[in-house]
C-alpha cells in the first residue's frame, strides 16, 4: 500500500508541474505552485526530486501514463498494424496539443547529453513492454515479419517515433505532427509486415 501511495504523490507532482509548465512555461512554473496544484508538500517534492529540472526527464512518465489509458483500447483493433499506428497517432496528437514545444526540446536535449538514466530509453517503462507484446503477437499471427527479433523491431519503431519527435522540434512546430505520422509511421511499419 505504501508503494501505491508513493507512487500515486510522485505521479501527482509530475502532472501537476507538466499541466503548469504547458499552460505558463517552464520558466514561470515554481516549486510552490507544483506543490499547490498537486496537493503535496514541499518535502514530498524534495523526496521524489532535487529542483524542477529533474521534472523535465519525467516526461517519459506522462507519456506511460497515456499508454496506460490507450491500452484499454486496443483490443478493439485486430491487426498489430493497427494497434501501432493508433499508439502513435494518439501519442503525438497528446504531445502537439499539451506539451509545448519547448519544453519536448529541453528534454529531447536533456536526454542527448545526460550522462546517468536516460529515460526516454528505459526498457522497464510500459512503452517497451507494450511494443513487445505487439509485435510478439504480429510474428505469432504470421502479420509481422520473422527474420528480424521482436526487440529489433521495437527499437524500429522507437527510432522511427523519436525521429519525428526531433524532426517537429528541429522544425519549430512549423508542420502538424499528428499529420505528418500519419503518413510517415506507415512507412516504417509496412517494412516489419510479411
Same mark, same amino acid.
Not at 496506460?68 to 503525438?92: G, M, S, V
Not at 527474420?147 to 519527435?165: C, F, G, H, P, Q
Given at each position: 500500500?505504501?508503494?501505491?501511495?508513493?507512487?500515486?504523490?510522485?505521479?501527482?507532482?509530475?502532472?501537476?508541474?507538466?499541466?503548469?509548465?504547458?499552460?505558463?512555461?517552464?520558466?514561470?512554473?515554481?516549486?510552490?505552485?507544483?506543490?499547490?496544484?498537486?496537493?503535496?508538500?514541499?518535502?514530498?517534492?524534495?523526496?521524489?526530486?532535487?529542483?524542477?529540472?529533474?521534472?523535465?526527464?519525467?516526461?517519459?512518465?506522462?507519456?506511460?501514463?497515456?499508454?496506460?489509458?490507450?491500452?484499454?483500447?486496443?483490443?478493439?483493433?485486430?491487426?498489430?498494424?493497427?494497434?501501432?499506428?493508433?499508439?502513435?497517432?494518439?501519442?503525438?496528437?497528446?504531445?502537439?496539443?499539451?506539451?509545448?514545444?519547448?519544453?519536448?526540446?529541453?528534454?529531447?536535449?536533456?536526454?542527448?547529453?545526460?550522462?546517468?538514466?536516460?529515460?526516454?530509453?528505459?526498457?522497464?517503462?510500459?512503452?517497451?513492454?507494450?511494443?513487445?507484446? @505487439?509485435?510478439?503477437?504480429?510474428?505469432?499471427?504470421?502479420?509481422?515479419?520473422?527474420?528480424?527479433?521482436?526487440?529489433?523491431?521495437?527499437? @524500429?519503431?522507437?527510432?522511427?517515433?523519436?525521429?519525428?519527435?526531433?524532426?517537429?522540434?528541429?522544425?519549430?512546430?512549423?508542420?502538424?505532427?499528428?499529420?505528418?505520422?500519419?503518413?510517415?509511421?506507415?512507412?516504417?511499419?509496412?517494412?516489419?509486415?510479411?
Amino acid at each position: 500500500m505504501a508503494q501505491k501511495s508513493s507512487k500515486n504523490t510522485r505521479g501527482k507532482i509530475i502532472s501537476a508541474a507538466w499541466t503548469l509548465f504547458y499552460d505558463q512555461g517552464y520558466d514561470a512554473t515554481t516549486i510552490d505552485e507544483i506543490v499547490a496544484l498537486s496537493e503535496t508538500s514541499k518535502g514530498s517534492f524534495y523526496h521524489y526530486f532535487d529542483g524542477k529540472d529533474a521534472l523535465l526527464g519525467t516526461l517519459a512518465y506522462l507519456f506511460d501514463e497515456k499508454y496506460e489509458e490507450l491500452e484499454e483500447q486496443l483490443p478493439a483493433y485486430d491487426r498489430c498494424y493497427d494497434k501501432l499506428i493508433f499508439l502513435n497517432q494518439e501519442l503525438f496528437g497528446m504531445v502537439e496539443n499539451s506539451i509545448s514545444l519547448d519544453l519536448l526540446a529541453r528534454l529531447l536535449s536533456t536526454q542527448l547529453v545526460t550522462r546517468g538514466e536516460k529515460h526516454l530509453l528505459d526498457r522497464s517503462r510500459l512503452y517497451y513492454r507494450l511494443l513487445r507484446k @505487439i509485435f510478439q503477437e504480429g510474428q505469432e499471427n504470421g502479420e509481422l515479419r520473422a527474420d528480424l527479433t521482436i526487440n529489433e523491431m521495437v527499437k @524500429i519503431y522507437a527510432v522511427a517515433e523519436r525521429a519525428l519527435l526531433y524532426d517537429w522540434c528541429i522544425c519549430n512546430g512549423e508542420y502538424s505532427l499528428k499529420s505528418y505520422a500519419s503518413s510517415t509511421m506507415p512507412l516504417f511499419i509496412g517494412n516489419l509486415q510479411k
